[in-house]
């Protein structure tokens, strides 16, 4: 299992030289913390994705002695290893640069990862080919446009951000990371039992 | 254990072709030779005993175990070459060595690297760089270093040079003489079988034809030649399939007494290849 996981860093290992300088990019703008954390939890995962949809890396991957289900797992298991990872460089950096972050950008940053990769993870092995370009894509136009909608709904929906103002903070992020693991738990589920039913 | 690999009433359906009722037999210690025309199953029959596939219905026993509760026990103890390459195309040998070998428990580095030299390979370059036959060299290192005892390859003569195909028939030759090993190759060059196999599978249109000592094909099968005057409809049932011509008949008998008893000395019989069983096997579709 480790070594699935180890996998992506070996098969990235050059790209990953453009990791740090695309993550002090982020910091020098000025980028929200959140955001940062974000995207770079972001890189690596998905762009292992980039390199698995390819059919001969399956046939390779269920050849070697590993099963379909750990397979899926390393996926998962890796997202939040290498989302570690990334934060801990991330938040280097920022200290590095002398710009505040705080906890809760770190877990709003993180959070707002795991949720999107619940929400994608499947879509990779439900959908042949290249999938991980519409992925990116889609990602890139939902943060742009996600924060205007979300505030134009505050604005409109009082009744749920008068609910949300009601509840004290330690409820509402207690709430929100049970409903983010829920995610995640049967987004790996789902993914686990379309890849064992697969072909290759 | 007598059979490596044991496949029960295997069938598998596709849009526009299926595998049937596949009973397949891999003897231990042995080279089995898989044959037949392109599209005829090998591929998929290939992937249903790599658990790439699952079959519709029947069995599937490598090393008497099954896939759903032995999967790691059983590619533990496989070595893999497929036609293509599988691995990323954009990584040296050496961070190929890197990944696949952690995956496995008995994997032995002083041995992939033996192999290496042996095949002159280089760690350093991308394997999209090399060419088909260093591609087959580099799968079949990695096949290699984790002392499997079954070697299952998909097409690996194709696309190979003459010289290097025999280079390999050589190595593949050695391996054998441990005697615990066995291989299973698919191919549609069949001489690459007289020299090496032991027991031909024979496929055609997804169904098993025959499984057979290559001595069994040698016995069974025979090529007849004579004149067009000999054929009538009750001569023509000791063949498999006849090809007229003006000059005289060829034809393909799985039954060489009784064509021996029916002709006599008014015919030459011959040993057929297996060239000649495949497309006479081919013929026989349409006759009927």
């Known amino acids: 299992m480790f070594n699935l996981i180890r996998r992506d860093a070996i098969i990235q290992k050059r790209q990953l030289l453009l990791f740090i300088p695309f993550i002090i990019f982020f910091i020098v703008m000025n980028s929200h913390p959140a955001l940062i954390f974000m995207v770079a939890s972001i890189i690596i995962p998905f762009n292992a994705y980039a390199y698995d949809e390819k059919a001969e890396t399956n046939i390779l991957l269920n050849s070697l002695p590993y099963t379909r289900k750990e397979i899926i797992a390393s996926r998962y298991i890796g ?5 570690g990872i990334s934060i801990g460089l991330t938040s280097l950096g920022l200290l590095v640069f002398d710009k505040p972050f705080t906890l809760t950008d770190l877990a709003i940053g993180s959070g707002l990862f795991l949720a999107f990769v619940a929400f994608t993870f499947p879509l990779f092995y439900i959908f042949r080919g290249k999938i991980t370009t519409v992925i990116m894509i889609s990602f890139i136009i939902l943060a742009a446009v996600l924060p205007p909608f979300v505030s134009f709904l505050a604005k409109h929906l009082t009744i749920i951000t008068d609910l949300i103002a009601s509840l004290s903070t330690s409820a509402l992020y207690t709430g929100v990371a049970v409903v983010i693991v829920l995610l995640y738990a049967v987004s790996w589920g789902v993914t686990t039992s379309i890849y064992q039913r697969k072909a290759f | 254990m ?3 690999v044991e ?12 595998v049937n009722n596949m009973n397949l037999q891999v003897k231990q210690g042995f080279v089995t030779g898989f044959i037949g025309a392109n599209g005829a199953g090998k591929s998929t029959t290939i992937k249903m005993i790599m658990n790439l596939l699952k079959p519709d219905v029947g069995e599937v026993k490598i090393f008497g175990l099954d896939y759903a509760t032995h999967e790691k026990a059983i590619k533990e103890r496989i070595g893999f070459v497929y036609d293509g390459n599988v691995f990323f195309e954009g ?29 002159k390979l280089p760690l350093n370059k991308a394997i999209k760089t090399f060419s088909k036959g260093m591609q087959m060299k580099a799968s079949l290192a990695v096949a290699l270093s984790h ?20 280079e390999l028939l050589d190595l593949l030759q050695e391996l054998m003489l441990d005697g615990s090993r066995t291989i ?27 499984t057979q000592s290559i001595h069994e094909v040698a016995e069974t099968y025979a090529l007849v030649k004579g004149g067009m005057d000999l ?7 000791a063949f498999v399939h006849v090809h007229p011509a003006p000059t005289g008949f060829e034809a393909l008998t799985d039954n060489i007494k009784a064509v021996n008893t029916i002709f006599g000395d008014s015919v030459v019989i011959e040993r057929a290849s297996l060239e000649e069983i495949m497309y006479y096997m081919k013929g026989r579709k349409s006759y009927v």
Request: proline share 3%; glycine share 4%; charged share 30%.
């Open chain 2, 91 to 119: 990584l040296n040998l050496k961070d190929i060595k890197r990944i696949v070998g952690p995956a496995y428990k008995k994997w032995d580095d002083a041995l992939f690297y033996q192999y290496v030299e042996q095949f």
């Open chain 2, 184 to 210: 299973f190759f698919s191919t549609h060059i069949t001489t690459d079988l007289d020299r090496i196999a032991d027991y031909i599978a024979f496929i055609q249109n997804g169904e098993l034809v025959f």
């Open chain 2, 2 to 4: 007598e059979n490596v």
């Open chain 2, 7 to 18: 496949l029960k009433g295997v069938a598998k359906n596709f849009k526009g072709f299926s």
């Open chain 1, 79 to 83: 997202a939040i290893v290498y989302m």
């Open chain 2, 231 to 237: 054929l009538d409809r009750d001569t023509e049932k």
């Open chain 2, 147 to 166: 002392h499997a005892e079954l070697i299952i390859m998909d097409e690996p003569t194709a696309g190979l040079d003459p010289i290097f195909r025999r």
